[in-house]
């Protein structure tokens, strides 16, 4: 049995210099994560027998990739982000933590700073009267034992009708369809926005290049985004997935999950629109957010993942 080039000790001990294992300097949690990824790296060039050409069309994707400013988009795609939140899920469960509205992942279009306001807030800017199908979301924020949690920040974001989401989208208003609303005495909030649309990847950017690949679609149900806190509750990150939308199952970001699927119904009564005092056909949506108690006070925090416009 021959041993393969990349497990030689001259080789190991080579990617160890290159990790700069033997200097004092650097950080030493970067050096351990680098050197991992040198020694998978060789292992992977060395057991697929990776052509010259295949390496450098890897490095001209990666170049592409941060070029078009698709690296969390490609995560999301190749399930990774899905990923850690199954390893957060295994580790709560290790640790006797259960109860609650399941996470789901982030994805990379948050954007910090939405106008904050009490109980109730309307989402959109008008700009889609009379194409938007106007949507009434709303729901409480509840402890494990069914109690609601006053003050809690309910903190969404969604996509329009053409399944943008405005600061990426430069033709939207600022923090258009996304608000942060303060829940009531009885851990309430509610939202006047609009049934917003699925969308996918761009047809010609990196992440559906290797999607394309992998004979996969880009597509995601349409969905609203939420970040919610409260003091003394676990931060949650998730999502509510359309019940009408044919990716319900089918997503390519593998964010649908159980527990969080949102049924939204129609109403094309005059009188009903009249008495919410919109034109014609509208939707409404509610959902029951429910928070675990923090064991930390870190724990209470979303991650420090770098966003826009974070202060
Ligand atoms: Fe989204």
């Known amino acids: 049995m021959t ?6 000790p001259e080789i190991q001990q080579f990617f160890r210099q290159a990790a700069g294992l033997d200097n004092a300097g650097g950080n030493p949690r970067n050096k351990e994560i680098v050197l991992r990824i040198l020694k998978e790296t060789a292992r992977i060039i060395e057991d697929l027998q990776i052509t010259d050409d295949e390496f450098w069309a890897g490095v ?9 400013n698709e690296a969390g988009l490609l995560v999301a795609g190749l399930g990774v982000e899905h990923f850690i939140d199954l390893l957060a899920d295994a580790r709560d469960e290790a640790s006797g933590v259960s109860g609650g509205t399941p996470r789901t992942i982030e994805g990379p279009l948050y954007v910090a700073g939405a106008p904050l306001s009490e109980g109730e807030a309307r989402m959109d800017d008008g700009s889609e009267d009379g194409v938007a199908t106007v949507m009434f979301l709303e729901g409480r924020v509840l402890d494990l ?5 006053a003050g809690a920040t309910v903190d969404l974001w969604q996509a329009d009708t053409k399944g943008n989401y405005s600061y990426f989208d430069k033709s939207q208003s600022d923090f258009n369809l996304r ?9 309430r ?21 290797c999607l394309d690949q992998l004979g996969r679609h880009g597509q995601r149900p349409a969905h609203v985004h939420f970040f919610i806190s409260a003091p003394g509750f676990e931060h949650l990150t998730t999502q509510i997935n359309l ?18 699927i949102g049924e939204i119904r129609f109403t094309e009564d005059p009188a009903q629109s009249a008495k919410r005092n919109v034109e014609g056909r509208f939707a409404e949506m509610s959902f029951d957010f429910q928070l675990r108690p ?7 925090q979303r991650s420090q993942r770098p966003r826009a416009l974070q202060a």
């Open 3 to 8: 041993t393969r080039i990349s497990h030689q």
């Open 60 to 68: 001209s994707y990666l170049n592409r990739l941060g070029g078009s």
């Open 145 to 149: 034992q069914g109690n609601p949690i």
């Open 179 to 187: 608000r942060r609303i303060l829940t009531d005495a009885e851990g």
């Open 189 to 209: 909030y509610r939202a006047r926005s609009i049934v917003p649309s699925g969308y996918g990847c761009d047809p010609a950017g990196p992440t559906q290049a």
């Open 243 to 260: 019940s009408n939308d044919d990716h319900l199952w089918d997503d390519f970001a593998y964010a649908t999950r159980d527990g969080l």
């Open 294 to 300: 923090a064991r930390s006070e870190q724990a209470t």
